[in-house]
């Protein structure tokens, strides 16, 4: 199975600065076609996860432009650029190249 | 309103047998996959299973932890998904959530359903 890390697991920002949480896989999700399959959920305080980034660092329609993810290969980032009190949750990071698809042990964001 | 609301759970003695459902609207249920995520109280997220559309014969795959005593099933016609779940061990209980796969591949969830409890114990 591809193992999923993310750093660090827990996180405390002031409102408006960034955030940056670091997921790396265990072997490289860039699939044949070009496309690499990594996405970022939230998991908001007593809510089902949603989906925040596609295929990396695409958008989910209805995410603020403040989320951004990057990377390649078998490193990725998600970026906040401006956190705010309604991202406080627990951000997980999935690889959907190989099944079984497998999470990140999460990481929790808390606004000081 | 799109959507997925599970129902079904509950406590069951470890061996026992419970099967979950998952009501869909909103969408054209019968174009996408399907599939099960559990999130063990207090932990992370553990993929389960997916089940494919019908044209793609709707082939199920699972997490070798589940294989053999979990199944997936589809009804297009109801706009249904059902996870039968048999040989519980103490290690299942959980919430486990219906999820649409968005793009049939890869594994964009979009849309989660609020879970079902699963408790397995004596």
């Known amino acids: 199975d591809i193992v999923m890390t993310q750093t660090p697991l827990s996180l405390s920002v002031t409102p408006g600065q960034p955030a940056s949480i670091s997921c790396k896989s265990s072997?490289?999700?860039?699939?044949?076609?070009?496309?690499?399959?990594l996405y970022w959920y939230l998991q908001k305080p007593g809510q089902s996860p949603q989906l925040l980034i596609y295929e990396v660092s695409s958008r989910l329609s209805g995410v603020p432009d403040r989320f951004s993810g990057s990377g390649s290969g078998t490193d990725f980032t998600l970026e906040i650029s401006r956190a705010e009190a309604g991202d406080v949750g627990v951000y997980y990071c999935m690889q959907g190249l190989h099944l079984p698809y497998t999470f990140g042990q999460g990481t929790r964001l808390e606004i000081k | 309103e799109v959507q997925l609301v599970e129902s079904g759970g509950g406590l069951v003695q470890p061996g026992g047998s419970l099967r979950l459902s998952c009501a869909a609207s909103?969408?054209?249920?019968?174009?996408?996959?399907m599939d099960w995520v559990r999130q063990s109280p207090g932990k992370g997220l553990e993929w389960v299973g997916r089940i494919k559309n019908r044209a793609n014969s709707y082939i199920t795959e699972y997490a070798a932890s589940v294989r053999g005593r979990f199944t997936m099933s589809r009804d297009d016609s109801k706009n249904l998904l059902y996870l039968q779940m048999s040989g519980l061990k103490t290690e299942d209980t959980a919430v486990y959530h219906c999820v649409r796969d968005l793009h049939n591949l890869g594994g964009a969830f979009d849309i989660w359903g609020q879970g079902t409890m699963v408790t397995v114990s004596s």
């Open positions: 909103g969408f054209t249920f019968s174009d996408h996959y």
């Open positions: 072997q490289s999700l860039l699939f044949s076609n070009g496309k690499t399959y």
